[in-house]
């Protein structure tokens, strides 16, 4: 598609449970990154996927977040054991790594519920 | 540390009016500056940005002028109107890593 596809739109999870939101970025962009969107809030910094170098895991909020991205296109966000504040949107977004007036792509996100 | 700040957090305006959305930044390594507007369900999207070297920024409506020296920043939607109406962030990066740190959000409802 023409746009960053996440996957799944809601997901409503039991506390402790681990859940996996997917993202497929536009073709063609090199990076990638999670954001995380709490009720009337603003976007907070999860990761960031750069093509082939390390990612930037400096906004994960704890050990139960990780993220992986495969073959340079889909990324994975994995939360283990949730916990009830895990609650929100997470937005996954991409962008071209070329020129200085770059923007943001972003999903539609997913909506986390933790019950 | 919130490197962006801003302000107001919601604001009412009536149709044809000026909606005014401001932003201050602490980092002077910041030197890339976009808005983006977001409606209910939907993800973010760039609405229009601005570099360092330029004072002001029109895209029809829309207005971004930038104050270097006061490191701020602000959106200005001329003839405001209801389907403006969204959350708009203001957000910042740096030329060397292009992550974005947002600011809080102001939620602008445009009245008919």
């Known amino acids: 598609g023409a746009g960053v596809s996440q996957s799944p739109s809601n997901k409503v999870t039991e506390k402790g449970k681990d859940v996996e939101l997917r993202c497929d970025p536009i073709s063609g962009h090199t990076a990638l990154y999670w954001y995380r969107q709490s009720l009337g809030q603003g976007l907070e910094f999860l990761i960031y996927f750069q093509g082939n170098s390390a990612p930037d895991k400096s906004g994960l909020p704890s050990d139960r977040f990780s993220a992986e991205r495969t073959g340079g296109s889909v990324s994975t966000l994995t939360i283990q054991r949730t916990q009830q504040e895990d609650s929100a949107v997470y937005l996954c977004a991409s962008s071209l790594d070329s020129g200085f007036n770059y923007g943001y792509t972003f999903g539609s996100g997913t909506r986390l519920t933790v019950v | 540390q919130q490197q962006v700040k801003q302000s107001p957090q919601s604001l009412i305006v009536q149709k044809g009016g000026i909606s005014i959305i401001n932003c201050a930044y602490e980092?002077?390594?910041?030197?890339?500056f976009p808005w983006y507007q977001q409606f209910p369900g939907k993800g973010p999207a760039l609405l229009i940005a601005i570099r360092p070297d330029v004072s002001e920024k029109k895209e029809g409506r829309f207005t971004i002028s930038f104050n270097k020296s006061a490191k701020q920043f602000s959106l200005h939607i001329m003839d405001s109107q209801p389907g403006d109406s969204a959350t708009y962030f203001c957000?910042?990066?740096?030329?060397?890593?292009?992550?974005?740190?947002f600011g809080g959000g102001t939620r602008l409802m445009v009245k008919p």
């Open positions: 957000a910042a990066s740096m030329r060397a890593g292009n992550m974005l740190t």
């Open positions: 980092n002077t390594a910041f030197d890339y």
